[in-house]
């Protein structure tokens, strides 16, 4: 099974400047989808930003950016210009697009604390 | 378009009671899943289903039953609630060719005492 690490369990920005969230995946698939979903306190989850495998370009919504690495299995999420509407766990997915079902592999979460 | 909604919300149970989570949506989607979370661990996946009187076990299947009689509702069953399935529970949904992300339900927190 693939899984999806992200190292960083905390992290805080300033308001108004750039953070960026790591997230590293195992995989030995060579297509495959990635996401950054949002949780808020709300508990309900919500999409950032998604990656095809096999778009070299890195996607880009907003203030958010994701900095793509196939080879180095690195999908890292920047948020730039932070409100304190970010605030919330961020969590980073891989679709398999193989396995049965297309499931997704989800890692342990960042929490992004925006200071005012 | 209600989207993913999960009934009930909040639920408390005594250890060995049972319960039945209904997850419904109105999208239409083919594949369903059911998830817990908890603190450290992220998403886990519990069972899935990829249509209408299908599922099929994720990672941590043990402890639940599913069904899926209706493409649109998918039920998770446990038949003798334990403290290790305290948790927050969420159901999501997808078309079956899209490349899109899942779209969530709110999530069930249940707590078995």
């Known amino acids: 099974a693939q899984t999806v690490t992200q190292s960083q369990p905390e992290m805080s920005v300033q308001e108004a400047e750039t953070v960026t969230l790591s997230c590293t995946y195992d995989t030995s698939e060579s297509d495959y989808y990635l996401f950054w979903y949002k949780q808020p306190p709300s508990r309900q989850m919500i999409l950032v930003i998604r990656?095809?495998?096999?778009?070299?370009q890195n996607a880009t919504e907003n203030r958010f950016s994701v900095n793509f690495q196939k080879a180095a299995k690195s999908f890292s999420l920047k948020i730039s210009d932070s409100q304190l509407g970010d605030a919330a766990m961020y969590f980073c997915?891989?679709?398999?697009?193989?396995?049965?079902?297309?499931?997704?592999?989800f890692g342990t979460g960042t929490s992004l604390t925006v200071i005012p | 378009n209600a989207g993913v909604t999960q009934t009930p919300k909040f639920r408390v149970l005594k250890t060995g009671q049972s319960m039945t989570l209904l997850c419904a949506q109105d999208m239409n989607h083919e594949y369903m899943y059911w998830y817990r979370q908890d603190p450290g661990m992220g998403l886990r996946l519990i069972h899935y289903s990829v249509g209408e009187g299908t599922t099929a076990k994720g990672e941590v299947p043990d402890g639940y039953n599913v069904s899926r009689l209706k493409k649109q509702n998918f039920l998770l069953g446990l038949e003798s609630a334990a403290p290790s399935q305290t948790s927050v529970y969420f159901c999501?949904?997808?078309?079956?060719?899209?490349?899109?992300?899942?779209?969530f339900g709110p999530g069930t927190r249940l707590t078995v005492t």
């Open positions: 997915a891989y679709r398999s697009l193989r396995s049965t079902g297309n499931q997704f592999y």
């Open positions: 990656q095809e495998a096999y778009k070299q």
């Open positions: 999501a949904s997808r078309r079956q060719i899209s490349s899109y992300e899942q779209y």
